[in-house]
C-alpha cells in the first residue's frame, strides 16, 4: 500500500463502528508490511527478530520496538524533511537524546485523538468551558501533549476557554477567575493538564487557602505522573486532593495514558480505585508481555505493556515500553515504571555504572 | 507442533524423496522452500501440498551446481523469512539405477566420477558454503546431507554414484567436526532404494524381489519412509547427534 | 523447615526478636530465621566480644589461630559432616544458583582456607608472621607488633556463597574481634562457620557474633557502627558512601565497592586449535555465579589477526554458554533481572543496526546473550547473568587506554596470552588502576592470599605498635647494669 492509501483506510477505519478482531488483525499486518518495506532500520530490527511479514500472521507477533529505539533509530517511513509535524519525546533520560517521531501529516493524529477524546472524556458534552495548565503548542511546537491540549481546546472547549500558564508560570488570577466564575455561573468546567501542574496548583492553592466545588458536571483531565517536576504523590492521594480543591469526585478526574511514540491515547473511566483501569479506542491492542522474552503473559501475571497503535503509521506501529502492567477485563492497569534490578552480589549492572560514571 | 516457525530449506524437491521430505516437514508446521532446477509446475504443486499439510512453502529456482544460484537462493530465503533452521541436501545428479545396463567399471571414464562429484558432493560444499553465515549467526542449526546405503553396501555397483555419496559421508563427518563448537549439527540420512522415484522407475521387478529377499523389513521403501529419520535429524530431539548417518533400508544395512 | 541464621555468643536467643526470612524459588519455600537485636543487645554483645578479643584471643598465637580455622574448614570439606550437608542442601534453593555449581564452587573456594594457604596468606602482608604475636625487630631498627582491633565490625553484602569468610578469617588472623551483618540474600554461610569456630574453640567462639538486619535500617546500623574500633564494608556506592558517613570520625571504614572485570584474548591464542578451549575458559567465567562477583566478566576484548576470528570466537563462547546451560542451569532471574537483561540486549540490537557486522546472539528467551562489536567500544558492564560482550580489537595493547578512564571500577583482568605479552599487558593494565591479572577459566576463584581490589587484607586491619631505636638506647642508660 501507499502512503495515501495507508492514510485513507485508516481515517476510514477510526471513524467506523464496529471493527471485529480480523478487521484489526488484518489491517495491522497491512500496515506492519508497509513499515517493514519502507522503514529500512525497522526491518533490520525485524530481521534480527527473526520475523518478516511473510511470517507473521498476527498482529501479536509483530516486532515491537523497545521505545529506546527511537533515540538510536531513524524509524520514520517517510522522508524525515518532508514531514508535517516531529515530535519528539522529553529530554529527561538519563543520556539527554531525544526520540523523534515524525508525521507525514496529522490527519491521522487528530482523528485518532478527537473521536477518543469524545467518547471518553467528554461523553455526554458536545462542548465545555475549558482551562489548559500546560503551555501552548506554539511554545512547545514538538509536545505531542501541548498539540493534543491544543486541539481538545479548539474541537471542544466552548467560548471562553483558556490557558491557564504564561510563560512565567501559573496565571493564578486567571485560573482563581474561571473557578469562580464557573461556581457561581454552575457550568460545568473542565480542567486539564500534566499531572505535576496540578500538583504546583494545589500546593498553592492550599498556602492561600483556596478551595472551590465546582459545579456538577465538571471534570478533570491529568495526564503524564510528576515525572520528578513536582513532589511525587501517591495516586490515591493526589485524586483525594483534587477532590478536595476542585470538588470534582473522583470518578470525573480522568487519567490519560499517551506517548510521544504512539498517536492513540488511554483513558479510564475515573479513579474512584487506583490504580485505574486504562482502556484504548479499537484501533488500538495492548499485551503484558514478559520484557525479556517477549512473549505474551498469562492475564493477571505483571508483565511489560507493548501497544499496537495503528494510528501511529509513520513511525512504528507496535512499541515495547517500560511501563509494568496487568491485564484486567476490559484493559489494564498501569503499574509504574519497570526498573532493571542491581546484581546480587558485587558486580555492577549498568545502571549503577551510568550513574557512577557521570559523576 | 515440531516445527512451527521453523526454515527448512530442502534442495531438489519439487519430486521424489524431496517432495516427501517438503511435505512431511510442512505437515509438522514448517515454512518450507522448494527448491528445483526444471519442473517449476511440479514445485508449485509441492508448495500447494505443503500448505494444505499446515505449513508454508516458497518455490525457488536454483542449479544447486551453481554457486551464484545458490547464493541468490539463500540470499532471496533470508530476505523473506530472517533465517533458515534446517537445510537438507537432497539434490542429485541425474542417475538411472538400472542393473542391467550399468556401466562397468572398464567402461567409466573420469568424467563419469566428476558429474557424480559435482552432483552431490560439490553442491553440498556449495549450499553449506553459502548458508553457513546464517547459521553460524545463530549458533544452531542443522544440516542434513542424503547419502544412500549403497555406501555400505553396494548391492549393485553403480560405481560413480556410490562413490560419490561416500565422498559425502565423509565430507559431512570433516563438518560435523568443524561446525559443533558453534552448535551445528550435521548429519546423513543414507536410504536404500527407494520406489517409485523417478530414479528408480527403471529398476527391473527382479532385483527389487533380491532386495527384499534381503530386507528385514520385507519390502522397500516409499519416499514417506525417509522422511521420519530426516526430521528427526532435524529436530530437538537429535540435538547431541552430529556427523552420524542413518541407514533407512528396512535393516539391509546394519550397522 | 525453618533454618537459623546468626550466631550470638553469650545472648539466649529467646532474648531475642526473630524474624522469618522467606525464599522461594521454583517452588521451593523455606525459611530462615535472623535475629534482629535491640540497640542495648547490640552494645551488650560489642562489649562482650571486645572483652573476650582482649581476654582470649590477643594471647592465642597465630599458630594456634590457623590451626583453628583450619579444623572448622576441614569440617565444611567433608561432605559427611552436617554442616557441609546443609550448606549443599539449602545453598541452592537460597540464592538460586545451580546445586551443583555451588558444590564445586565450595570446595574450591574453602580449599583456599587450608592451613598451608592460610600461612601463605599472612606471608603475603607480614614478611615476619610473628609480629602478630610479639614485638619484632624492625628493618629499620628498633622493636614493632602489630595489633588487630578489638570490634571489627563487616557489613557482607551479595549472596555468593561464602564471600563474608574472606573478611571474617582475616579478623580472626590478626585477632580481632568480629560482628559480621549478613545480607538477606545469603544469611547462612557465615553463621555456620561461626558456629562450627565455637564448636571447635569455645573461648574462640565467644569472640565472634554474626547479626542481621534489614537492609537500610539504619538505626541497627548505626548502633554497630558506634561501637566498632574497625569497619569493613561491602555494598553500592550509595550503601558505602552513607555507612562512611555514619562511622564515627575515628573509627577506619575500609570499603569494597562493586567492580567490572574483563577478558583479553591474544591472537596467539587464538589458533584453529586452541581457540575452542579459550572459549571454553570464557564461557565457564561467565557462568559462575551468574556474573554477581567483582571478579566475573562482562567484556572481552579480542585480537584481530589470529586464525579464529574475533565473531568466530563469539560464536564459539555462545555455543559453550549453551553446553554450560545444561551442567549448570542458570537460576531463574526475578522480573527486576529479567528487566535488566532485557534491557542490555535491546541497547545491544540497536547498536547492531547501524554497525557493520555487529550482532547479538542468542534467543531473547534463552538463559545466556553474546553480543558481538567490532566498533571502538567503551568499557561497560553487561546485563549480568551470563551476558557478555565481545569487542574485537585491532590490539591488545590498545585496549588499556580504552578502559583507562574506569580506573575506580576496575579489578580483575583474565588473559590469554603469550608471555612476553602477558607481562607487557600486566604493565600496562596495573598503571591504569587493574589490581588483578588470571588466567581465564580462574577469573571467579582468587588465589589465596590475593589482595582484593589491590589492597593488603590483613595489613589494612593491624595498626603497628613501635618502640623506636631511641627508646631501646635511652632505656640503657637506665640498667642497672649500666656502667
Same mark, same amino acid.
Given at each position: 500500500m501507499t502512503e495515501a492509501q495507508i492514510i485513507k483506510t485508516l481515517l476510514n477505519f477510526i471513524v467506523a463502528d464496529g471493527a471485529t478482531n480480523d478487521d484489526f488483525n488484518a489491517l495491522a499486518l497491512q500496515i506492519f508490511a508497509y513499515q517493514f518495506e519502507n522503514n529500512i532500520p525497522y526491518q533490520r530490527f525485524c530481521r534480527q527478530r527473526e520475523r518478516t511479514p511473510r511470517t507473521v500472521r498476527s498482529w501479536r507477533n509483530i516486532p515491537a520496538v523497545p521505545i529506546n529505539g527511537y533515540k538510536d533509530l531513524m524509524l520514520s517511513c517517510c522522508d524525515p524533511e518532508s514531514a508535517d509535524r516531529v515530535f519528539m519525546t522529553s529530554g529527561t533520560t538519563k543520556d539527554g537524546i531525544r526520540g523523534k517521531c515524525y508525521h507525514p501529516t496529522l490527519s491521522v493524529y487528530d482523528t485518532s485523538m478527537i473521536t477518543a477524546f469524545r467518547q471518553r472524556f467528554m461523553q455526554e458534552h458536545p462542548k465545555l468551558r475549558m482551562g489548559i495548565l500546560f503551555p501552548t503548542e506554539q511554545t512547545m511546537p514538538n509536545s505531542s501533549l501541548a498539540h493534543y491540549l491544543t486541539l481538545a481546546l479548539n474541537e471542544f472547549g466552548a467560548d471562553g476557554s483558556r490557558y491557564l500558564l504564561t510563560d512565567d508560570g501559573l496565571d493564578r488570577e486567571a485560573l482563581f477567575s474561571e473557578l469562580d466564575r464557573a461556581v457561581q455561573t454552575g457550568e460545568p468546567y473542565a480542567l486539564l493538564g500534566a499531572s505535576f501542574s496540578f500538583v504546583h496548583v494545589m500546593d498553592d492553592m492550599e498556602r492561600l487557602g483556596k478551595a472551590v466545588s465546582l459545579p456538577k458536571g465538571s471534570r478533570i483531565l491529568d495526564t503524564g505522573g510528576f515525572k520528578g517536576q513536582s513532589r511525587e504523590l501517591e495516586l490515591d492521594a493526589f485524586y483525594d486532593l483534587l477532590e478536595a480543591r476542585f470538588g470534582v469526585p473522583r470518578d470525573h478526574c480522568i487519567n490519560m495514558y499517551g506517548m510521544t511514540e504512539l498517536s492513540t491515547e488511554f483513558y479510564d473511566w475515573g479513579n474512584t480505585t487506583c490504580p485505574s483501569v486504562k482502556s484504548g479506542p479499537h484501533w488500538i491492542r495492548s499485551q503484558i508481555v514478559n520484557p525479556l522474552t517477549g512473549d505474551e503473559l498469562p492475564k493477571g501475571d505483571k508483565g511489560v505493556l507493548v501497544h499496537c497503535d495503528l494510528a501511529h503509521f509513520n513511525c512504528v506501529s507496535s512499541i515495547l515500553t517500560e511501563d509494568a502492567g496487568i491485564e484486567v477485563d476490559d484493559g489494564f492497569l498501569l503499574l509504574g515504571r519497570a526498573e532493571g534490578a542491581e546484581a546480587k552480589g558485587c558486580s555492577m549492572a549498568v545502571d549503577e555504572f551510568l550513574k557512577a560514571a557521570q559523576g | 507442533m515440531k516445527f512451527d516457525g521453523k526454515i527448512v530449506l530442502v534442495t531438489g524437491s519439487s519430486r521424489g524423496i524431496g517432495a516427501a521430505i517438503a511435505k512431511a516437514f510442512a505437515g509438522e508446521g514448517a515454512t518450507i522452500i522448494v527448491n528445483y532446477v526444471q519442473n517449476a509446475n511440479a514445485a508449485e504443486e509441492v508448495v500447494s501440498a505443503c500448505k494444505t499439510a499446515g505449513g508454508d512453502a516458497m518455490a525457488i529456482q536454483a542449479d544447486v551446481t551453481s554457486g551464484e544460484q545458490i547464493k541468490a537462493l539463500v540470499d532471496q530465503t533470508l530476505m523473506d523469512f530472517?533465517?533458515?533452521?534446517v537445510v537438507v541436501n537432497n539434490a542429485f545428479k541425474p542417475y538411472t539405477f538400472d542393473p542391467d545396463n550399468r556401466k562397468q567399471f572398464w567402461d567409466l571414464e573420469w568424467q563419469d566420477y566428476q558429474d557424480q562429484l559435482d552432483g552431490a558432493l560439490f553442491s553440498t560444499y556449495t549450499m553449506c558454503q553459502a548458508v553457513l553465515p546464517a547459521l553460524k549467526k545463530r549458533t544452531q542449526g542443522s544440516i542434513i546431507n542424503m547419502a544412500s546405503d549403497l555406501v555400505a553396501r553396494p548391492t549393485i555397483p553403480y560405481h560413480d554414484y556410490t562413490t560419490a555419496k561416500s565422498a559425502l559421508i565423509g565430507f559431512s563427518r570433516n563438518l560435523a567436526m568443524e561446525l559443533g563448537p558453534l552448535g551445528i549439527r550435521v548429519n546423513c540420512v543414507a536410504p536404500g532404494?527407494?520406489?517409485?522415484?523417478d530414479a528408480s522407475r527403471k529398476t527391473k521387478e527382479r532385483v527389487k524381489e533380491m532386495i527384499i529377499a534381503q530386507t528385514p523389513m520385507r519390502r522397500i521403501a516409499s519416499p514417506e519412509d525417509i522422511t521420519g529419520p530426516v526430521m528427526f535429524l532435524a529436530s530437538d530431539w537429535s540435538r547431541f547427534m552430529t556427523g552420524q548417518t542413518l541407514y533407512v533400508d528396512g535393516g539391509l544395512v546394519m550397522k | 523447615m525453618v533454618l537459623k541464621a546468626g550466631y550470638l555468643p +553469650?545472648?539466649?536467643?529467646?532474648?531475642v526478636e526473630w524474624q522469618t526470612l522467606t525464599y522461594d524459588r521454583d517452588g521451593h519455600a523455606i525459611e530462615v530465621s535472623v535475629p534482629l537485636l535491640s540497640n542495648e543487645q547490640m552494645q551488650d554483645l560489642s562489649e562482650r566480644i571486645k572483652e573476650a578479643s582482649r581476654q582470649h584471643l590477643k594471647s592465642m598465637t597465630v599458630s594456634d589461630i590457623t590451626a583453628t580455622i583450619d579444623a572448622a574448614i576441614a569440617r565444611l570439606l567433608d561432605r559427611n559432616d552436617t554442616y557441609r550437608q546443609q550448606a549443599e542442601e539449602y545453598l541452592p534453593l537460597i540464592t538460586g544458583y545451580d546445586a551443583e555449581m555451588i558444590r564445586l564452587g565450595l570446595t574450591g573456594y574453602l580449599k583456599t582456607f587450608r592451613q598451608s594457604e592460610l600461612r601463605r596468606f599472612i606471608a603475603e602482608d607480614f614478611g615476619n608472621p610473628k609480629i602478630l604475636d610479639e614485638f619484632q625487630p624492625l628493618p629499620k631498627g628498633g622493636y614493632g607488633k602489630a595489633y588487630g582491633p578489638d570490634l571489627l565490625a563487616h557489613i557482607w553484602a551479595g549472596n555468593v556463597p561464602g564471600i563474608p569468610l574472606w573478611s571474617l578469617i582475616s579478623g580472626l588472623l590478626v585477632k580481632a574481634g568480629n560482628i559480621g551483618k549478613v545480607p538477606s540474600a545469603e544469611p547462612l554461610m557465615a553463621s555456620w562457620f561461626a558456629r562450627i569456630i565455637a564448636e571447635t574453640d569455645p573461648m574462640l567462639g565467644q569472640c565472634l557474633a554474626v547479626v542481621w538486619w534489614k537492609g537500610g535500617d539504619v538505626d541497627r546500623e548505626q548502633a554497630l557502627l558506634n561501637q566498632a574500633d574497625l569497619v569493613v564494608a561491602y555494598g553500592n556506592n550509595d550503601t558505602l558512601h552513607q555507612i562512611r558517613d555514619r562511622t564515627p570520625i575515628t573509627t577506619r571504614c575500609l570499603t569494597y565497592s562493586h567492580k567490572v572485570s574483563f577478558g583479553m584474548v591474544s591472537k596467539a591464542a587464538l589458533d584453529t586449535g586452541k581457540a575452542w578451549d579459550v572459549a571454553h575458559q570464557v564461557a565457564y567465567d561467565i557462568v559462575r555465579y551468574d556474573q554477581q562477583g567483582c571478579y566475573s566478566p562482562h567484556v572481552f576484548f579480542v585480537e584481530q589477526g +589470529?586464525?579464529?576470528?574475533p565473531q568466530e570466537f563469539a560464536q564459539y563462547i555462545a555455543n559453550e554458554l549453551d553446553c554450560f546451560e545444561e551442567k549448570f542451569p542458570r537460576r531463574t532471574l526475578t522480573i527486576e533481572e529479567a528487566s535488566g537483561v532485557a534491557a542490555w540486549r535491546q541497547s545491544e540490537e540497536m547498536k547492531s543496526f547501524s554497525e557493520e557486522n555487529a550482532s547479538v546472539m542468542g534467543d531473547a528467551g534463552g538463559a545466556w546473550s553474546v553480543a558481538y562489536s567490532e566498533a571502538e567500544e567503551d568499557l561497560a558492564p553487561s546485563g549480568l547473568n551470563r551476558t557478555a560482550k565481545v569487542i574485537a580489537v585491532k590490539q591488545l595493547d590498545d585496549v588499556p587506554a580504552r578502559i583507562a578512564p574506569y580506573r575506580a571500577f576496575l579489578q580483575t583482568v583474565g588473559i590469554a596470552a603469550a608471555p612476553e605479552e602477558l607481562h607487557r599487558l600486566a604493565e600496562m593494565l596495573g598503571a591504569v588502576g587493574v589490581t588483578r591479572i588470571s588466567a581465564l577459566e580462574h577469573m571467579t576463584a582468587p588465589e589465596a592470599g590475593w589482595h582484593h581490589d589491590g589492597r593488603f587484607n590483613l595489613l589494612d586491619l593491624v595498626t603497628m605498635t613501635e618502640v623506636e631505636r631511641s627508646a631501646e638506647t635511652a632505656a640503657e642508660a637506665f640498667s642497672d647494669y649500666v656502667d
Open positions: - | 530472517a533465517k533458515i533452521d532404494l527407494v520406489y517409485p522415484t | +553469650g545472648i539466649d536467643d529467646d532474648a +589470529g586464525a579464529v576470528t
